[in-house]
């Protein structure tokens, strides 16, 4: 490499000055011996210099490593391969800065927090609070969601008011800010006592409580939400603390180019609503959730669902579709009875349309095979039909609604959402103009005319709950080789508390 490329890679003024100034001395320079010397040195004082970025370090390397722990809230694989709140969030950065996501978990909270900026992670994203301690030894991005913690008991067991009604053991995970809020609330009271495990995620404190293990846990509002139709003999008793923000950690050490530039991305991310139609993904089913039916969908996965599976699986892969979204589509559309029929002549497993079917080449639509196929073979054309700049997951949610109300209307509603001055592309925004489409000072300007709008967002609400109950029902299953958990899961009755805001 020549000294002329060696500064052009160069960004530091001194050393362009340095380069400068040699190259005046080299040409006063016959001796070659001097000449060689002279090169040497300088090339191991480049060698040895600070002068490249973190960010700038990171692209030449050309991949970008987290550091998280596995979760239903930071980061897991699945039939659509890899997912997360935390992960979806840290891959659209890396995408932003044309790199490749690398993803390292840690076996403990504490251990990701010592090891990040190391070579395990340039950051660390895994629903992180932002405490004093920790800005100790890390430095945070901008927050991205906000969180509260929170106290879970069992059910059936006296609920506690305040921490000082608590009757039994409180376990927390070690170095994590539910610890550091306890002991500040020690100094008002000074009887509580908890005990602090490592090793262990949100989710196993709410199976801990579940089960009878342990009598509370103190957990984040997303992790509740996440799991708690799963293990709904844990119940929420009250609020710890007060809004948190949820951050990146970044080490001390750095020089601050890496964190300008997830702040940068992080501001775009939230301010296009990507988060909440995420937090929307995530957490719709807990919004309308039913004690009765999650009973009665638990029953039927044991029943039903095994009748099935193979071919959703199928169906699934031939048309790119989660075969878990397959699944919870055809439960809400029949409870995976292949004859059910609505008032309306609708027809199967996935209750198709004569017109649909014909569409599909179904030639009987009682036939399981058939209806699956042809379900799934029709909600792939309307995936496909919405416009190529619709990012997931709002291409998922509004074909499902689309498979519910026809094109036609979601169109509509994706025009009057865009005329009310919101984004036509997002889920979240068209979900507040679909039930306008019943009012006839809206529908009367609607190419497709009226239409029950309020149906389609509690169809793909339904769908989203049913979804997650399957995926985190099949985690469990590998998870727990010994024990079906969700089996014993729903046959648990319970209250429903109110849904607490994230």
Not at 491 to 501: L, R, T
Request: proline content about 4%; overall charge neutral.
């Amino acid at each position: 490499m020549s000294l002329r490329l060696i500064t052009t890679q160069l960004n530091g003024s001194e050393f362009t000055k340095t380069m400068d100034q040699l190259f005046r001395s080299f040409r006063k320079i016959r001796n070659r011996a001097t000449l060689g010397v002279l090169v040497l040195a300088f090339i191991l004082y480049v060698s040895s210099s600070q002068t490249i970025s973190d960010l700038e370090r990171v692209k030449l390397s050309g991949e970008l490593s987290i550091l998280t722990i596995p979760g239903p809230t930071t980061y897991f694989e699945d039939g659509k391969g890899k997912n997360g709140f935390d992960y979806i969030i840290a891959n659209q950065f890396a995408e932003s800065l044309d790199l490749t996501l690398k993803v390292n978990t840690a076996s403990s909270l504490r251990s990701m927090l010592l090891s990040v900026g190391g070579p395990q992670g340039n950051f660390a994203a895994a629903n992180l609070v932002t405490t004093p301690e920790r800005n100790k030894i890390l430095e945070f991005s901008d927050p991205y969601l906000n969180i509260t913690q929170q106290l879970i008991y069992r059910r059936g067991t006296k609920k506690p008011k305040t921490l000082m009604d608590l009757r039994g053991e409180l376990l927390v995970i070690k170095s994590s800010s539910h610890s550091e809020t306890l002991k500040q609330l020690k100094n008002d009271i000074p009887s509580l006592q908890w005990r602090e495990e490592d090793g262990l995620e949100m989710n196993d404190l709410i199976k801990m409580v579940h089960a009878g293990d342990i009598d509370y846990a103190i957990v984040d509002s997303l992790a509740y939400l996440v799991s708690r139709h799963i293990y709904p003999n844990a119940g929420l008793a009250f609020n710890v603390t007060g809004t948190q923000s949820v951050s990146w950690a970044f080490p001390k050490h750095g020089d601050g180019t890496l964190v300008k530039a997830a702040n940068k991305f992080l501001r775009e991310y939230v301010a296009g609503g990507h988060v909440e139609s995420l937090t929307t993904d995530m957490l719709a089913q807990s919004r309308n959730f039913s004690v009765s039916d999650s009973k009665r969908l638990g029953k039927l996965v044991d029943e039903r669902l095994p009748q099935y599976e193979t071919a959703f699986r199928n169906a699934g892969k031939e048309h790119n579709l989660d075969w878990l979204l397959l699944a919870a589509v055809s439960y809400q559309e029949s409870h995976w009875n292949p004859l059910a029929k609505s008032p309306t002549g609708v027809r199967g497993l996935m209750m198709l349309t004569l017109d649909t079917a014909k569409e599909m080449e179904v030639s009987n639509r009682l036939d399981a095979l058939q209806s699956i196929e042809g379900g799934a073979a029709y909600l792939s054309k309307i995936h496909k039909k919405l416009p190529d700049r619709i990012a997931e997951p709002d291409r998922k949610l509004l074909a499902l609604a689309a498979y519910n109300i026809g094109f036609g209307h979601l169109e509509d509603a994706r025009i009057l959402t865009q005329r009310m001055g919101g984004n036509p592309d997002l889920w979240k925004d068209v979900r507040e103009n679909l039930p306008l489409l019943s009012q006839q000072k809206h529908y009367a300007k609607a190419k497709y005319g009226y239409a029950r709008g309020t149906e389609p967002v509690v169809y793909v609400d339904n769908i989203q709950y049913y979804y997650h109950y399957l995926n985190l029902h099949f985690q469990s299953l590998k998870g727990q080789p010994t024990e079906n958990m969700i089996k014993s899961d729903i046959k648990a009755s319970w209250k429903e508390d109110s849904v607490p805001s994230i």
